[in-house]
């Protein structure tokens, strides 16, 4: 208990999915496909094949559809070596636009970007190595992009 009668919050807990998405920021929700028609389903469908794939390859979930003002992560995913992994999973069913990942500009960069930050906001002791990752399906086929792209690109 504070001194003001209110519960002391728990400390971070980065492992714990609900956790890592219900933060103090009330702008904050674990869903990032509300309101998008059809669109919630079949994007929860690819984020689900991306999350096994991810899960075979040895990585750890730490959390899902993490969404701030201004932001959002797919999957918070955790190498053996401690390395947090932000990953943007991106699928389009036919070949034009450059492909999946293509889709991944400078604009949406810059949302992984302010969401990952918010999202380490709970990390005040320690900061862990990090990385974004692109996870883009195209017609189909898987195509995993490890380190797709870092803070100071430009």
């Known amino acids: 208990m504070t001194s003001s009668g209110g519960k002391r919050r728990a400390p971070f807990a980065p492992d714990a999915a609900t956790r890592a998405s219900a933060r103090a920021?009330?702008?904050?929700?674990?869903?990032n496909f509300k309101?998008?028609?059809?669109?919630?389903?079949v994007g929860a469908r690819?984020?689900?094949?991306?999350?096994?794939?991810?899960?075979?390859?040895?990585?750890?979930?730490?959390?899902?559809?993490?969404r701030c003002r201004g932001g959002e992560l797919d999957l918070v995913m955790r190498e053996p070596d401690?390395?947090?992994?932000?990953?943007?999973?991106?699928?389009r069913t036919r070949r034009g636009?450059?492909?999946?990942?293509?889709?991944?500009?400078?604009?949406?960069?810059?949302?992984?970007?302010?969401?990952?930050?918010h999202f380490l906001a709970g990390y005040a002791d320690?900061?862990?190595?990090?990385?974004?990752?692109v996870i883009a399906f195209d017609s189909g086929r898987l195509v995993?992009?490890?380190?797709?792209?870092?803070a100071d690109d430009r």
């Open 126 to 133: 320690e900061m862990p190595a990090c990385r974004f990752d």
């Open 35 to 41: 309101g998008r028609g059809g669109s919630n389903a």
């Open 97 to 117: 636009y450059d492909g999946a990942a293509a889709s991944v500009g400078w604009r949406k960069r810059g949302r992984l970007l302010h969401a990952a930050q």
């Open 46 to 66: 690819f984020e689900a094949r991306a999350l096994e794939f991810l899960q075979r390859q040895r990585l750890r979930f730490v959390a899902r559809n993490v």
């Open 82 to 91: 401690g390395t947090l992994v932000f990953v943007e999973v991106r699928a």
């Open 144 to 150: 995993w992009l490890r380190d797709a792209f870092r």
């Open 25 to 31: 920021d009330p702008s904050c929700t674990r869903d």
